[in-house]
């Protein structure tokens, strides 16, 4: 079942959620147990344009 972006991210930094932030997301209903994602990566670098002279 796809969940959406927002549940998504919140699910991925889940340890970094306070208690009661991490109550409201339980409350729409995923969790990690019941939803597992793997942890989200930073975005890569964009790779260096050749300066053109």
Not at 8 to 37: E, K, M, Y
Request: aromatic content about 4%.
């Amino acid at each position: 079942m796809k969940i959406g972006s927002w549940p998504r991210r919140r699910l991925a930094t889940w340890q970094t959620l306070q208690p009661g932030r991490q109550q409201l997301v339980t409350n729409l209903g995923p969790t990690p147990d019941t939803h597992p994602v793997p942890p989200l990566t930073e975005p890569a670098a964009p790779s260096p344009r050749p300066s053109g002279s």
